[in-house]
């Protein structure tokens, strides 16, 4: 069984996962290694992507047309790594999901910490 502070992690991050692969490949061409490493590193380890979520997100996005694989050699190692890259409609989607997020954000903060005088 899973520690509760690990469930509550994993329920965030499968409602954000897309938003935050797809800000990452904002960056320019990663590995599914050094997504899940992006996405660690940049939240100091608050979120963790495993395997297990991050390669089927992967998969649907390259369905949906928002990102594209290719297989080339790691210039650091002598082996070839599937790259993904963000398309256009990546990026579109991503301004989108950002602009879901933002509102929701503002919503739950609204709830959370009230204006002064507000009657909430």
Do not use: C
């Not at 949906?64 to 080339?72: F, Q, R, S, V």
């Not at 990026?91 to 509102?103: F, P, T, V, Y």
């Amino acid at each position: 069984m899973k520690p509760r502070n690990t469930v509550e992690k994993t329920a965030l991050l499968q409602g954000t996962l897309d938003m935050l692969i797809l800000r990452t490949l904002l960056f320019g061409p990663a590995h599914g290694h050094q997504i899940a490493k992006h996405i660690q590193r940049t939240t100091e380890d608050v979120l963790q992507v495993e395997h297990g979520s991050l390669y089927p997100a992967l998969h649907r996005m390259e369905r949906k047309g928002w990102i594209i694989p290719k297989w080339e050699m790691a210039k650091e190692r002598n082996r070839e790594f599937k790259y993904y890259r963000l398309t256009p409609p990546g990026r579109k989607q991503l301004a989108h999901e950002e602009s879901k997020w933002k509102q929701l954000a503002a919503a739950v903060a609204t709830v959370m910490w009230p204006a002064p005088g507000d009657p909430s």
